[in-house]
């Protein structure tokens, strides 16, 4: 079975510190995306990655950055997180060339 | 145009009924549309998936209707019942980078709550 871990399931962090959410995958996938899921708003596509070291914008990459050192980590990273960032946080990841992406459980991220 | 439009915002529906998701998309580009099925606290999981040359896919009680030139598809759960209570998101395939690799635009979902 393929396997999508989040590093936490619920976050709170205070405005303006840094925030890392942590994914990893253990299928050997190439590509891997970072959502925000926000009531009535869907899943939004911040950044994704089909490579190491490759990063591509998603729909809504203001105030994110990505990091992917190694294959099976894709990590998003908050520079100063505000109020407006509190939200859930998906992780994904796909075969090369493949169509369905592989969900982690979230993260719930609480910024007060 | 990389929306894709989904109704209703939420469906409560009685047990053993029919429930029914729309879905509509503009980009004529997107090659593949797949349903993902949320429960809470879980993340979204595949549910099932069509291709634009097909009209109609079913598996078990799950089908997809697709509609190529209204440009439109839709959910159907046959003989609903409460453990199929969860959100619904349609959503939409489209390549990038021109190495065959792709993405997917979702739908804002639809929380279906079946009554027992």
């Known amino acids: 079975d393929v396997k999508v871990t989040q590093s936490s399931r619920y976050l709170v962090k205070r405005t303006g510190e840094k925030v890392f959410l942590e994914c990893v995958q253990d299928m050997d996938h190439e590509n891997m995306f970072w959502y925000r899921q926000d009531p009535g708003l869907g899943l939004r596509l911040i950044y994704f990655s089909y490579d190491v070291k490759m990063k591509e914008k998603g729909d809504i990459p203001e105030g994110y950055s990505v990091s992917r050192e190694k294959k099976e980590r894709f990590s998003l990273i908050l520079e100063s997180a505000s109020t407006n960032q509190t939200s859930m946080y998906l992780c994904?990841?796909?075969?090369?060339?493949?169509?369905?992406?592989?969900f982690g459980p979230g993260t719930r991220l609480t910024v007060t | 145009q990389q929306q894709v439009k989904q109704s209703p915002q939420s469906l409560i529906v009685q047990k053993g009924g029919i429930s029914i998701i729309n879905c509509a998309y503009e980009n004529t580009a997107f090659d593949y549309f797949p349903w993902y099925q949320q429960f809470p606290g879980k993340g979204p999981a595949l549910l099932i998936a069509i291709r634009p040359d097909v009209s109609e896919k079913k598996e078990g009680r799950f089908t997809i209707s697709f509609n190529k030139s209204a440009k439109q598809f839709s959910l159907h759960i046959m003989d609903s019942q409460p453990g199929d209570s969860a959100t619904y998101f349609c959503a939409a395939s489209i390549e990038y980078s021109g190495g065959s690799n792709y993405k997917l635009t979702f739908g804002k979902g639809t929380l279906l709550t079946v009554n027992p």
């Open positions: 994904a990841s796909q075969f090369l060339r493949g169509y369905e992406q592989y």
